[in-house]
Nanobody, 122 residues
Framework: QVQLVESGGRLVQAGGSLRLSCAVS????????MGWFRQAPGKEREFVAR????????WYADSVKGRFTISRDNAKNTVYLQMNTLKPEDTAVYYC???????????????WGQGTQVTVSS
């Protein structure tokens, strides 16, 4: 059974940094595109970033470009999201997801974690 477990979310002040982690078990991690999405209260789940199988290619939502960095360690079956210069509008539950091809939409991913809360205070 595939499991994705996010960690690292917490309350942080605006301008601060956080690193989220997502540990994956139950599948060959390196065969899958990994993505991060987020969902704020009352809003739809939105794409944040994704990374290719080997980690060579990355894509970001315009709202986080230049502030967030996605990376992966295939030896540790873990994907990361380094978030810098956080803003109150980054407040959301952050989810990691795994998909064979990935993309900027949630339907391109087959497996999801339970989410981790990130709250940015002003």
């Amino acid at each position: 059974q595939v499991q994705l477990v996010e960690s690292g979310g917490r309350l942080v002040q605006a301008g601060g940094s956080l690193r989220l982690s997502c540990a994956v078990s139950g599948r060959t991690f390196s065969n899958y595109v990994m993505g991060w999405f987020r969902q704020a209260p009352g809003k739809e789940r939105e794409f944040v970033a994704r990374i290719s199988w080997g980690g060579t290619n990355t894509w970001y939502a315009d709202s986080v470009k230049g502030r967030f960095t996605i990376s992966r360690d295939n030896a540790k079956n873990t994907v990361y999201l380094q978030m810098n210069t956080l803003k109150p509008e980054d407040t959301a539950v952050y989810y990691c997801a795994a998909g064979q091809w990935g993309g900027p939409v949630a339907t391109k991913y087959d497996d999801w974690g339970q989410g981790t809360q990130v709250t940015v205070s002003s």
